[in-house]
């Protein structure tokens, strides 16, 4: 992956480094890119680059990097302000907070600085670029690219163009995200929550319903998703698992459990959102499994499995 550096020809600017960035940030040094890092905040971005290095030593550790953690690290650099992040950067990755406040005085700011040619990527989980991206010099040459967190170990990215946004920007990232290793996935019209998150809240939505009416606790309904529905969901979508799992295709399964289906969503309809009772009720449930304490720890053990995983399926599928 390192043919990336002469594709691009010029550095990548992290503006935000938080989780999502700093992942970010490990996804393009990993592919041979050199990488400005910035934050507001200096103490968040000095945080991010500590943990940067330790994901890098332990990605290595798996056989995920294809030169020492020393010589990729060396490619991120920490910056103290946003003209120095971006200053002839050929592609910006924002990653700052999921609020419009935040994001449309930064898109100003990059406007009045930006070099004309820049493209600019934005990790908005559900808020459409064309909410805080349009009507700027730079409008043409921003998108939504949304990842899942952490991006360096999932690699799904969601494109999702504004209404300003250009064919020959939509057609670089997609580029660029595949040349480090992400996997591509076009929306093609701007809806709240993108694709992922639409489906994560399908799921969600029914989960929390269900331990609300106490059909189920929070483990069984992790042991479903986790020990049954996950097994086939990691390497095959909901659309192809249908069409093996009727002996006709998915047509056939369509007719099949159609009006199954529907029933269930309609009985659905005028549920509401989740309120305080039913958010108590959860979280203390949760808690008998999982300590608030050791909820950090937790997020390292799944790090830790995601790069287990990425490694033995590296190994099955060569890529």
């Known amino acids: 992956m390192k043919a990336i550096g002469s594709f691009i020809g010029k550095p990548v600017a992290i503006v935000g480094a938080g ?35 330790e994901q890098l030593s332990a990605l290595d550790a798996h056989g995920l990097l294809s030169e020492p953690p020393q010589v990729v690290v060396s490619r991120l650099v920490g910056v103290s302000s946003l003209k120095e992040a971006i200053d002839g950067a050929a592609y910006v990755q924002e990653s700052v907070l999921e609020r419009l406040d935040v994001k449309r005085p930064l898109m100003k700011d990059l406007d009045a600085i930006a070099d004309a040619d820049v493209i600019i990527g934005s990790s908005s989980s559900g808020i459409p670029a064309s909410a805080f991206a349009n009507d700027l010099q730079i409008s043409p040459r921003v998108l939504i690219a949304h990842p899942v967190n952490p991006p360096h170990l999932v690699p799904v990215v969601e494109l999702v163009p504004s209404t300003q946004t250009s064919a020959h920007t939509v057609e670089f990232v997609d580029r660029l995200m595949v040349a480090i290793g992400q996997s591509v996935v076009h929306v093609r019209k701007e809806v709240e929550g993108f694709v992922l998150n639409r489906l994560q809240a399908a799921l969600l939505r029914e989960a929390w319903a269900l331990h609300r009416d106490g059909v189920a606790s929070c483990e069984d309904i992790d042991k479903t998703v986790r020990d049954g529905l996950g097994w086939r969901w990691s390497f095959m979508g909901p659309f192809e698992t249908i069409d093996l799992n009727a002996p006709g295709g998915i047509a056939d399964y369509a007719n099949r459990f159609g009006p199954l289906y529907y029933s269930i969503a309609r009985s659905r309809v005028n549920d509401g959102p989740w309120n305080a009772e039913v958010i108590a009720q959860v979280e203390k449930d949760r808690r008998q499994h999982l300590c608030a304490d050791d909820l950090a720890a937790r997020r390292d053990w799944r790090d830790e499995k995601l790069m287990e995983f990425a490694a033995r399926k590296s190994s099955i599928t060569g890529q």
């Open 19 to 53: 989780l999502v960035g700093a992942g970010w940030a490990i996804a393009f040094v990993r592919a041979g890119v050199t990488v400005r890092l910035f934050d507001a905040n200096p103490r968040v971005s000095d945080k991010a680059l500590a943990w940067a290095a």
